[in-house]
């Protein structure tokens, strides 16, 4: 009875997401295993094996797998699946991609962005966009599992697996990458950051959301976006918080001119305290939000990168 | 080239859910039911490329109960040459729907199938994946726009860190993101002609899938509610709160 967790990584470097799924793996089946697909690649697959509670790393290192497109993933998981009862990848555009061609191929239903194990076949996971929790139980046979990664601590370093470099799979010739665009920031990864600083569209045009870059530049925040303020080309898809967007819960989340849509407030309403800046006192956020301004937002942002340079907030850290 | 969509009947996106008292599921009773929007996304890309000479014929496909019906009509008003669908009451898990569509692709043989990367209802974000696997094709999910080739489809995909763009090679499956486009309403006149359109009935059976659903639900349930906080006059009682907290320093 086995474990077997699917990394998420950039080949460099291996991503917070997989030790979160390896604290939700481990409530499923044990011992857990890691595989790490992907080029060149070994210095993730030594991070996965310091994980605490992993036994064996599995490294499949070849071209093939260099961007872990979905129909590669596919082929190489289905050829080492037969040994774990339970499959596990993080609810990332990665793993949402791959994992559902592993279940169909071996005919299992996939339970998707599980937030809780309540037992090993039974799992909680939001449905309608957060507005209910359903608590589903999975048949009897392996489990194919994504899992939110937000919802569960990131497992402990300390361990000491061994790596195993394992056969790949032959090119399927579905589909081959082109290019790819990724947003360059030097600040912490939306999903992993302490503070997130979100907009909505009340910021009015994205020559406004660098209002908001100074303040996160002195906290350390990373910088977020709700839909309509993506959907308005303030800021790329990938800043988007929200159920068709990111899950976050950092420690802080300051909602600024964001009304507080459901479908945004079921990606970030996990987050710690909640701090709402919107100049309508009507606004949605204002119900969830632990602390509320209502202020005109290009009189309070300002105001509010003053006041954290006066007291020297972030800089003590 | 055949492009065939498949569409859910969801609850609004506008509508409040409510879960019912002895959590047994969603209460749906008389509540304003739509297409999945991220469906509506797909079916105005497949029409788009009809109207630009690149797809032949659009096939609306919709697994549900009899008034999924008016799902497909919408679908057929908005530029849908005709529709199947496979009456179902009842959940039906993606899984059995992926191979209730696979059975249907077999039939109809589509260069290109299209539709929304989740449903609102149960957010599984799998159904397109699955159909992708068990037809053995290639798939490009998220999509964020569409270059359609020769035998090839480029997806760029919204994938966490940006934009990914993958090359498919046809058939493919390809599910849509928020950002392809902005689906068009139905005109009046279009609405009275896709009355017209044809739209073919079929039964799970005939299509050989078993769709009793295989997971049990035991529960669904509101999600733990957050006290709403205190409202602050100013910046500086803010930023007091905050760091009373503890979550700036």
Known sequence: ?317 | MKVLVPVKRVIDYNVKVRVKADQSGVDLANLKMSMNPFDEIAVEAAVKMKESGKATEVVIVSVGPAQALDTIRTALAMGGDRGILVKVEGPVEPLAVAKLLKAICDEEKPGLVLTGKQAIDSDANQTGQMLAALLGWGQGTFAHSLELSDGTIKVAREIDGGLQTVSLKLPAVVTTDLRLNQPRYASLPNIMKAKKKPVAEKSPGDLGVDVTPRCKVLKVAEPAKRAGGVKVKTVAELVDKLVEAGVVT
Request: glycine residues 8%.
């Open chain 1, 1 to 317: 009875m086995t474990a077997l967790v699917i990394a998420e990584h950039d080949n460099k470097t291996l991503n917070d997401a997989t030790a979160k799924t390896v604290t939700a793996a481990a409530l499923v089946s044990s011992p857990v295993h890691i595989l790490v697909a992907g080029q060149d690649c070994a210095a993730v697959a030594d991070a996965a094996a310091k994980i605490a509670g992993v036994e064996k790393v599995l490294l499949a290192d070849d071209a093939l797998y260099a961007r872990m497109l979905a129909e590669n993933m596919e082929t190489l998981i289905l050829g080492h699946a037969d040994t774990y009862d339970a499959i596990l990848a993080p609810a990332t555009t990665t793993g949402k991609n791959y994992l559902p061609r592993v279940a169909a191929k071996l005919d299992v239903p996939q339970i998707s962005e599980i937030i809780a194990v309540v037992s090993p076949d039974t799992f909680e996971r939001p449905i309608y966009a957060g507005n209910a929790i359903e608590t589903v139980q999975a048949p009897p046979g392996k489990k194919i599992i994504t899992v939110r990664t937000t919802a569960f601590k990131a497992a402990a370093t300390g361990g000491n697996a061994r790596v195993e470099m394992i056969s790949t799979a032959t090119d399927p010739g579905l589909s081959r990458f082109v290019d790819e665009n990724l947003s360059k920031s030097e600040r912490p990864d939306l999903t992993s950051a302490k503070i997130v600083i979100s907009g909505g569209r009340g910021l009015g045009s994205a020559e406004n959301f660098k209002l908001l870059d100074q303040i996160a530049d002195r906290l350390g925040a990373a910088v977020g976006a709700s839909r309509a303020a993506v959907d308005a080309g303030y800021l790329p898809n990938d800043f988007q918080v929200g159920q068709t967007g990111k899950a976050v819960a950092p420690d802080l989340y300051l909602a600024i001119g964001i009304s507080g849509a459901i479908q945004h407030l079921a990606g970030m309403k996990d987050s710690r305290v909640i701090a709402a800046i919107n100049k309508d006192s009507e606004a949605p956020i204002f119900q969830i939000a632990d602390y509320g301004l209502v202020a005109d937002l290009f009189q309070a942002i300002p105001e509010l990168n003053d006041e954290i340079a006066k007291r020297g907030i972030g800089q003590k850290a």
